[in-house]
């Protein structure tokens, strides 16, 4: 498999739910990236992993919680989440270090929070 | 911190007509600029970008897009749009010099062409 692949694609879960959403990148990059993307918003950035090494954490609360045990996965642990999370995240992957890098994204997993 | 601004959330279009999408941003220093493309049911990708040299920048499908540092734009341009050009675009931007390649996008602008 080539890219960016995300599981699930589709998640429900309640307030009260525990999971986890998982992206792998087969291109060899060293910099992944989640993102959350709400209706009429722009794509948000919530963190980046460098080298396995988180970089930037722009503000996302604490019952967001990411995990990067190689340079090839991506986890988001997800805890006691609102409804207002209810969202499309997005993971992606550059090669590390260079700014003008072009990121390749996964299609996503579309999460609705009850 | 950076931000953009998309002009347009909605454009109609029929086939054969030319498209401008209109992107600025905000920043005070130096800039990388990217079209990202989304087609229906696909993920994101890379249309075009901008990092130096010449601001007219060519990209995939017959798109380009003009940087004009004076204006903080950064427009994407078709002369002749198809049918299959039916996707929401984004425009996003992140600052030179930050080491990793961070994005901050637009909300996005819709094209529907109609055949």
């Known amino acids: 498999e080539t890219g960016v692949t995300q599981t699930p694609r589709h998640l429900v879960m309640g307030m009260t739910n525990k999971k986890s959403l998982k992206c792998e990148q087969h291109?060899?990059?060293?910099?992944m990236y989640w993102y959350k993307q709400s209706a009429k918003k722009p794509l948000e950035l919530m963190f980046v992993y460098s080298l396995e090494e988180r970089v930037e954490n722009n503000s996302v609360p604490s019952r967001f919680s990411p995990e990067c045990p190689n340079s090839s996965h991506l986890f988001l642990h997800l805890h006691t989440l609102q409804p207002e999370d209810s969202a499309l995240y997005l993971c992606?992957?550059?090669?590390?270090?260079?700014?003008?890098?072009?990121?390749?994204f996964g299609p996503g997993t579309r999460l609705t929070v009850l | 911190a950076q931000s953009v601004s998309q002009h347009n959330h909605h454009v109609i279009l029929s086939e054969a007509a030319s498209l401008e999408l209109g992107c600025n941003y905000s920043?005070?220093?130096?800039?990388?600029l990217f079209w990202y493309v989304q087609y229906p049911g696909q993920h994101l990708q890379l249309l075009l970008k901008?990092?130096?040299?010449?601001?007219l920048v060519k990209g995939i499908k017959g798109f380009e897009a003009e940087f004009i540092k004076s204006k903080f734009s950064f427009n994407l341009r078709k002369p002749s749009v198809q049918w299959s050009d039916t996707a929401e675009y984004f425009c996003?931007?992140?600052?030179?010099?930050?080491?990793?390649?961070?994005?901050?996008f637009g909300k996005g602008t819709m094209l529907l062409v109609s055949p």
């Open positions: 920043y005070g220093g130096t800039v990388n």
């Open positions: 901008y990092f130096s040299g010449d601001p």
């Open positions: 291109l060899g990059h060293n910099a």
């Open positions: 992606a992957s550059s090669p590390t270090g260079l700014d003008y890098n072009e990121q390749f």
């Open positions: 996003a931007v992140n600052a030179r010099g930050s080491g990793y390649s961070t994005l901050t």
